[in-house]
Antibody, heavy 117, light 104 residues
Framework: QVQLQESGPGLVKPSETLSLTCTVSGYSISSGYYWAWIRQPPGKGLEWIATIEHNGNTYYKSYLKSRVTIALDRAKNQFSLTLRSVTAADGALYFC??????????WGQGILVTVSS | EIVLTQSPGTLSLSPGERATLSCRASQSISSRQLAWYQQRPGQAPRAIIFHASSRATGIPDRFSGGGSGTDFTLTISRLEPEDFAVYYCQQDGTFGQGTKVEIK
């Protein structure tokens, strides 16, 4: 059974850097597929942020590209999200997910991030 | 960048009724790229349809998807209480804004 679990701080100060980690169990991230971050502001819809292939190729939401980095940690079977210079608009429920090509088939439960001083 | 527009924003129906949700793409897309998700309150989204018309594992056959080009639909033939949720369509890195199916 594939499982994903997000971890990281729930509170980040404006202008600082948000770092989140997704721990994957039941499947090796090096074996295949794509690994993604998606966020959802409170009461709003889903927004894809970034995807990394098992081979390390990366894809970013165009307007976030200058502030975002996604990376793999094969040894720990984890992937991460770094979002720099955060503002209140970056406050959201952040999900990690596996993308098989047709769809995001496995999701983490989400981690709520608030941006506030 | 492709934009996906879902309609209606909210669908008010009773259990047992049929729900038809629409997803329109700003330009033609491959049906192999179109997926639908269900999100219940407090839960992560769950894939229910991929390749526009294929049901994901464990999804009951009252859910069906169809369409091609720019117009896609998700149909729930007879609404069960657990089907009242928000539904999103998705193509690559784009999600529609969602349709809420609520109890009338």
């Amino acid at each position: 059974q594939v499982q994903l679990q997000e971890s990281g701080p729930g509170l980040v100060k404006p202008s600082e850097t948000l770092s989140l980690t997704c721990t994957v169990s039941g499947y090796s991230i090096s074996s295949g597929y794509y690994w993604a971050w998606i966020r959802q502001p409170p009461g709003k819809g889903l927004e894809w942020i970034a995807t990394i292939e098992h081979n390390g190729n990366t894809y970013y939401k165009s307007y976030l590209k200058s502030r975002v980095t996604i990376a793999l940690d094969r040894a720990k079977n984890q992937f991460s999200l770094t979002l720099r210079s955060v503002t209140a608009a970056d406050g959201a429920l952040y999900f990690c997910a596996r993308f098989t090509g047709p769809c995001f088939d496995y999701w983490g439960q989400g981690i709520l991030v608030t941006v506030s001083s | 960048e492709i934009v996906l527009t879902q309609s209606p924003g909210t669908l008010s129906l009773s259990p047992g009724e049929r729900a038809t949700l629409s997803c329109r793409a700003s330009q033609s897309i491959s049906s192999r790229q179109l997926a639908w998700y269900q999100q219940r309150p407090g839960q992560a989204p769950r894939a229910i349809i991929f390749h526009a018309s294929s049901r994901a594992t464990g999804i009951p056959d009252r859910f069906s998807g169809g369409g091609s080009g720019t117009d896609f639909t998700l149909t729930i033939s007879r609404l069960e209480p657990e089907d009242f949720a928000v539904y999103y369509c998705q193509q690559d890195g784009t999600f529609g804004q969602g349709t809420k199916v609520e109890i009338k």
